[in-house]
């Protein structure tokens, strides 16, 4: 991490996640950023261990907000750590990285260093793209979602707004290994759940645990992996024995790595009528509203289909 904290010398974007050398964005973004018209913009990643202490997310954020040509981040992974240990050295963070605890885009503007929670509007762009029209009002289905972290606290404050009307899951469910996790997510979204959606928090500490909890859902109902196994770590949330309800949407968040998340629901895909997603628009969303930020830029949909179309290149 320290050899690539060392002073900028064009405009630098930087990726501040685990595995961050495995990512399609690093091949990806200098392809972006000329058809964006971002001269001389490079990308670098920083790669942070897991649960690292607060001093290596300090020194992060302290070298961006200090370095002239350092322009801002996306951060991935360590969305909660990186609020947790530095959110005093911002001029601005936005009311949803304040709601929630999380930043996943540092940026500069006038000489404030500002941070933002995205997900939550990236999560959402990703989800209309793939979720039927009133779905939940006409079939009356929950949604599962297995991680308690950032996206699992983005995803469902998505799902319960307001303006959604009746259109809204009949119940979540939440499980986590971590029992601080969920009772943090708890806590934040009992402060925005002005809907009185249901929600049902589980811990799931011992194999078998989520698929328990899968194979009880409603027909028509959300399944979703938001935990990193199959991206930062081989596995899946759910066994082999798993059992998907039918008519289900099945959303896999990763879009690289093993995605034996995904893999167990393409084998019961034709018996359980399961319609399958991985994380692709949302990879594609969360990155094209961090860099609109960071390089103060307007992206709009059109921009958003042809970036996609050469990220696919």
């Given amino acids: 991490m320290r050899k690539i904290m060392e002073k900028a010398i064009q405009p630098t974007f930087y990726f501040i996640g685990v595995t961050t050398g495995q ?19 490079v990308i670098k990643g920083i790669d942070i261990e897991l649960d690292s202490a607060p001093e290596i997310y300090r020194e992060v954020v302290q070298f961006i907000k200090n370095d002239e040509l350092s322009l ?43 941070g933002y929670a995205k997900d939550p509007i990236s999560s959402g762009l990703a989800m209309e793209d793939f979720i039927p029209n009133q779905y939940w009002s006409r079939h009356h289905g929950e949604a599962f979602i297995m991680g308690a972290g950032g996206s699992a606290i983005a995803i469902a404050s998505y ?66 992996n938001a935990t990193g196994l199959g991206k930062d770590r081989p596995g899946s949330p759910v066994t082999k024995a798993a059992v998907f309800p039918l008519d289900c949407l099945v959303w896999e968040l990763n879009y690289r790595g093993d995605l034996l998340f995904m893999e167990q629901a393409q084998q ?46």
């Fill in 159 to 224: 799902l319960i707004k307001e303006i959604h009307g009746a259109n809204k899951p009949s119940k979540i469910f939440v499980s986590d290994r971590n029992r601080e996790r969920l009772n943090h997510m708890s806590q934040m979204i009992g402060a925005i759940n002005h809907a009185n959606v249901a929600f049902e928090y589980r811990l799931a500490e011992n194999e078998g645990d989520n698929d328990l909890i899968l194979s009880g859902l409603r027909p028509h109902s959300l399944a979703i």
């Fill in 23 to 41: 990512s399609a964005i690093m091949d990806i973004f200098p392809r972006w950023a000329e058809a964006l018209g971002l001269e001389k913009a």
């Fill in 268 to 313: 019961q895909k034709e018996e359980r009528n399961l319609r399958i997603h991985d994380g692709w628009i949302y990879f594609i969303h969360g990155w094209t509203q961090v860099i609109a930020e960071v390089f103060h830029i307007s992206i709009d949909p059109k921009k958003i289909i042809r970036l996609s179309e050469i990220a696919l290149k």
């Fill in 72 to 114: 801002g981040a996306l951060v991935t992974t360590h969305k909660l750590k990186v609020y947790e240990a530095a959110h005093d050295l911002f001029d601005y963070l936005d009311p949803y990285a304040k709601a929630f605890g999380e930043m996943s885009s540092i940026s500069k503007r006038d000489g404030r260093l500002e």
